[in-house]
Structure formats: C-alpha cells, structure tokens
C-alpha cells in the first residue's frame, strides 16, 4: 500500500510538473513589404526554411510547426528563453529574407500539450483561434475576472469534444485555441473576454502534423 501512495504521488508530481511546463510560440506573420523574388529564387528560400525546420526538430529544439492557410505560420520552441529563441530563428533563410516579421511569446498549454511527431506523419487542418489582450481604461480594474471568465468559457468548449488544445502567453495573458471542424465568428464573439472588450479573436486555418499537440 505504501508502494502505491508513493507511485501516484510520483505520476501527480510529473503530471503536474508537465502541465507548468512552459515553451516559446513564435509567429510567422506576413510581412507586406517583402520583396519579391524570383520564382527560382523563392522555391530555394523555402527549400532552406523547410531545411531548418528539419535540423531544430532533430536537435530537439523545434516541437511543433506549421503553416497557416491564408500563408505564415507557428513555431513552438522547447525553450523559454527569448534571447535563445532569436538565435534559433535567425537561422532560417525564410526569416533572413524578410518574408515574414516574427513575434516570439511564452506559450503555456492548459488543455492538451506539445508532443513532437516524427515521420510519416499525417498533416490536417485545424481551425487555430488567437486571442489577443488589450487593457484599457474600461477593463483594467476587471482584467483578471475577465480573463477568468474567458478560461471558463474554454472549459464549456472543451466538453464539446472539439478542442484540440488551449494555451496561454503568460498569467492573464492572450492565448490561442485550436479546434477540430470550424469555428463560427459568432461562437468567439460569445466569449466573456471578447464581450468585455479585453480579447481580440483572430481565426485561422492551420496545418499542422497530427499528434502535435498531444491529440489522438
């Protein structure tokens, strides 16, 4: 019996200790001012980037990628050090020619995780909610039961049996959402933060290998 108590113990500490790991989330946003490039000249950046990828997944630092439909992308990182993250990301051609204008952000997963897929692997598409935070005047005072209220309305999504993962950037922070099927404007617009003003959905599709964020 002893043996026992002390076994889950052990499984609640690791359990635990996952759920507060923390990685890095970097953006891949259009960048409108890219200059334009030669088809042959484009084809060979993207061949590096996809290189790249390749080689920080291998070295265990790249967990997850993916591109978004309507173009740019997601990089997760198991690392939470911005200044290390800029390193890793200056080695990508794509970066280096200004095709995209990177944002780097902790990222904290609260449902689901980050699970590294190797190859064959499956690509699907998934629909990929942003949550982006903006305190004013009106919400400051009320950010954290606002912000509350957002993370309850997420609970009620996920007993749908959609929701692929959810994580945040940081304590009372923005965060994203992932969910099989669509998402309608109308469902993000019912959310408590976005009726308060506080969070500013942004939905895209991405597509990204199965089993990235843990799902089966």
């Excluded at 198991?78 to 290390?84: D, K, L, R």
Aim: charged letters at 25%.
């Amino acid at each position: 019996m002893r043996y026992l108590i002390i076994l889950f113990a052990c499984l609640f500490v690791q359990q635990v200790a996952a759920q507060e790991k923390k990685y890095t989330i970097v953006f891949l946003n259009k960048n409108p001012d890219a200059p334009k490039l030669a088809k042959e000249e484009s084809e060979k950046i993207m061949s590096g980037h996809m290189a790249n990828m390749d080689k920080l997944a291998k070295e265990g630092k790249l967990l997850a990628a993916g591109p978004f439909e309507t173009g740019g992308g997601i990089f997760i990182f198991n690392e939470s050090t911005p200044a290390q993250i800029e390193q890793y990301t200056k080695t990508d051609p794509g970066i280096q020619a200004k095709r995209w204008k990177i944002e780097i952000l902790p990222y904290q997963p609260r449902i689901g995780g980050i699970c590294p897929v190797k190859e064959p692997y499956e690509m699907v598409l998934y629909t990929f909610v942003r949550f982006d935070a903006y305190v004013q005047k009106f919400t400051a005072s009320d950010y954290p039961q606002i912000f509350a209220k957002h993370l309850e309305y997420v609970k009620k999504l996920q007993a749908t049996g959609n929701v692929i993962t959810h994580a945040v950037f940081g304590e009372n922070e923005g965060g994203i959402l992932v969910m099989k099927g669509d998402f309608q404007e109308d469902v993000a617009q019912l959310d408590p933060g976005v009726q308060a003003g506080l969070l500013e959905p942004k939905i895209l599709k991405l597509y990204i290998a199965k089993g990235s964020f843990c799902e089966r």
